[in-house]
T-cell receptor, first 110, second 114 residues
């Protein structure tokens, strides 16, 4: 079976740091994606991790621990435009199947 | 260029109509995908093409028929759809190099079935 869990909603303040967690259970793991999706728009690719560790890309960083089935997306220096849904998605081995979590709606307040 | 394009942006069709959604990418990606997304839900995988061959069909009803004419194009043919098929249809393409993979989505086609 497969299970991906993310918090449903989070609220943070402009200029602050927020960490969005994702835990997963899957038979056959081949990487984890993070996407940002604004309401009414398509998902935008943020990151892909397949090895343990932290990858930094500007204000956004993504971390993976394969042994714990755990990832997080870290957003620094939050801006109002970061208000969006953040989707964690797991790639399974043996092909191109990608399963999405339900997403975390992030609200950034002034 | 990280662009995936989709046409049309919006589509309204009756249950007896036949229509097609089109997707194009010029990034040289060899995997292309169709996803369906309902409001406030995550994308659900429908089909995957790898090197122009159908690799995954997630038990999608036959009223949805995918086609991959070449490595840059992906179509989704629609026939006899139901109102519950109304959704945002997203095309995506991906490329894996070493331990890096990128998957980009097109802007989607918002479909309303009456």
């Amino acid at each position: 079976g497969q299970n991906i869990d993310q918090p449903t909603e989070m609220t943070a303040t402009e200029g602050a740091i927020v960490q969005i967690n994702c835990t997963y259970q899957t038979s056959g793991f081949n990487g984890l994606f993070w996407y940002q999706q604004h309401a009414g728009e398509a998902p935008t690719f943020l990151s892909y991790n397949v090895l343990d560790g932290l990858e930094e890309k500007g204000r956004f960083s993504s971390f993976l621990s394969r042994s714990k089935g755990y990832s997080y997306l870290l957003l620094k220096e939050l801006q109002m435009k970061d208000s969006a849904s953040y989707l964690c998605a797991v790639r399974r081995t043996g092909g191109f199947k990608t399963i999405f979590g339900a997403g975390t709606r992030l609200f950034v307040k002034a | 260029d990280t662009e995936v394009t989709q046409t049309p942006k919006h589509l309204v069709m009756g249950m007896t109509n036949k229509k097609s959604l089109k997707c194009e990418q010029h990034m040289g990606h060899r995997a292309m995908y169709w996803y369906k997304q309902k409001a406030k839900k995550p994308p659900e995988l429908m089909f995957v093409y790898s090197y122009e061959k159908l690799s995954i069909n997630e038990s999608v009803p036959s009223r949805f028929s995918p086609e991959c004419p070449n490595s840059s194009l992906l179509n989704l043919h629609l026939h006899a759809l139901q109102p519950e098929d109304s959704a945002l249809y997203l095309c995506a393409s991906s490329q894996a190099l070493a331990n890096k993979e990128t998957q980009y989505f097109g802007p989607g086609t918002r479909l309303l079935v009456l």
